[in-house]
């Protein structure tokens, strides 16, 4: 169910129920020649709203404006800085626990949010917060690396496109996108995770394409559908584990 899409009185009587709520988080920052803008924030989105279809849970609006400062000179980036960002999930959780909400789970699809979002703690009592990025799961991780192996890559990588073809636009793959990128080896993309990359200058000078690693052109659509629907069964799961020691029966008595 989307936060959105609700009326206040629609949340109230949900709060009576239940005290979770699924928030999900991208970005909004280049992803190579035939990756969205919104790539991030896409998966998020499709996956989280997908977990509330099936478990009933809230869905926030997705949190689309987030770190990305490595890729300020690829045109259509828009970053806040790491400090604004976690003001930001504090001032959220703070807010939302203020009105009932006990459980907050972040689904997260871009590595740069990792800090913040793990740093995060809410003081209302009784709260607890969890972070899940989309392909924590092992057998999300399984199906990455027999679908395209070392060419997924850390940025543009061919499943997080793959699942936005479901939903959005498919772009024509043009001569020089059909070429793979530069070959980065195990050391150097595990280097990479949770987007440790430098100054924005010198990132587009390595990675003038914006992919990083990643052989985008691998993406299909059908491939996209298998990943959200195995991350959407691992997620499911995930949520209703997480949620499943808050009783609002206890808190009533
Ligand atoms: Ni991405």
Same mark, same amino acid.
């Given at each position: 169910?989307?936060l959105?899409?609700?009326?206040?009185?629609?949340?109230? =009587?949900?709060?009576?129920?239940?005290r979770g709520?699924?928030?999900?988080?991208?970005?909004?920052?280049?992803?190579?020649?035939? /990756?969205l803008?919104?790539?991030d924030?896409?998966?998020?989105?499709a996956? &989280? #709203?997908r977990?509330?279809?099936?478990?009933? =849970?809230?869905?926030?609006?997705?949190?689309?404006?987030?770190? =990305?400062?490595?890729?300020?000179s690829?045109?259509?980036?828009?970053?806040?800085?790491?400090?604004?960002?976690?003001?930001?999930?504090?001032?959220?959780?703070t807010?939302l626990?203020?009105?009932?909400?006990?459980r907050?789970?972040?689904l997260?699809?871009?590595?740069?949010?990792?800090?913040?979002?793990? =740093?995060?703690?809410?003081?209302?009592?009784?709260? +607890?917060?969890?972070? *899940?990025?989309?392909?924590?799961?092992?057998?999300?991780?399984?199906?990455?690396?027999?679908?395209? /192996?070392?060419?997924?890559?850390? @940025?543009?990588t061919p499943?997080?496109?793959?699942?936005?073809?479901?939903?959005h +636009?498919?772009?024509?793959?043009?001569?020089?996108?059909?070429?793979?990128?530069?070959?980065?080896?195990? &050391?150097?993309?595990?280097?990479?995770?949770?987007d +440790?990359?430098?100054?924005?200058?010198? @990132?587009?000078? +390595?990675?003038?394409?914006g992919?990083? /690693?990643? @052989?985008? &052109?691998?993406? *299909?659509?059908?491939?996209g559908r298998?990943?959200l629907?195995?991350?959407? *069964?691992?997620?499911? #799961?995930?949520?209703?584990?997480?949620?499943?020691?808050?009783?609002?029966?206890?808190?009533?008595?």
């Amino acid at each position: 169910m989307r936060l959105d899409h609700c009326t206040w009185f629609e949340v109230d =009587a949900y709060l009576t129920r239940c005290r979770g709520i699924i928030i999900p988080v991208g970005s909004t920052e280049q992803h190579g020649p035939l /990756g969205l803008i919104g790539t991030d924030s896409h998966v998020a989105r499709a996956a &989280a #709203e997908r977990v509330g279809d099936i478990t009933g =849970a809230l869905v926030a609006p997705a949190l689309t404006v987030t770190p =990305a400062p490595f890729n300020l000179s690829f045109p259509g980036t828009i970053s806040i800085n790491a400090e604004l960002f976690s003001c930001m999930l504090k001032e959220i959780v703070t807010g939302l626990a203020g009105q009932g909400f006990r459980r907050f789970y972040f689904l997260n699809a871009h590595g740069a949010n990792l800090e913040s979002l793990t =740093a995060l703690r809410c003081d209302d009592p009784g709260t +607890r917060v969890m972070t *899940r990025s989309w392909w924590d799961f092992s057998p999300v991780q399984t199906m990455r690396d027999d679908l395209y /192996g070392d060419w997924e890559g850390v @940025h543009a990588t061919p499943s997080e496109i793959a699942i936005t073809q479901i939903d959005h +636009r498919r772009i024509a793959v043009s001569e020089e996108s059909r070429e793979p990128p530069a070959r980065l080896d195990r &050391a150097t993309l595990t280097s990479l995770t949770g987007d +440790r990359h430098g100054p924005p200058d010198g @990132h587009r000078r +390595r990675y003038p394409d914006g992919r990083v /690693g990643s @052989h985008s &052109a691998l993406a *299909r659509p059908e491939h996209g559908r298998q990943l959200l629907d195995l991350v959407v *069964r691992c997620v499911v #799961e995930d949520y209703n584990q997480f949620v499943s020691d808050d009783s609002i029966a206890d808190q009533a008595e």
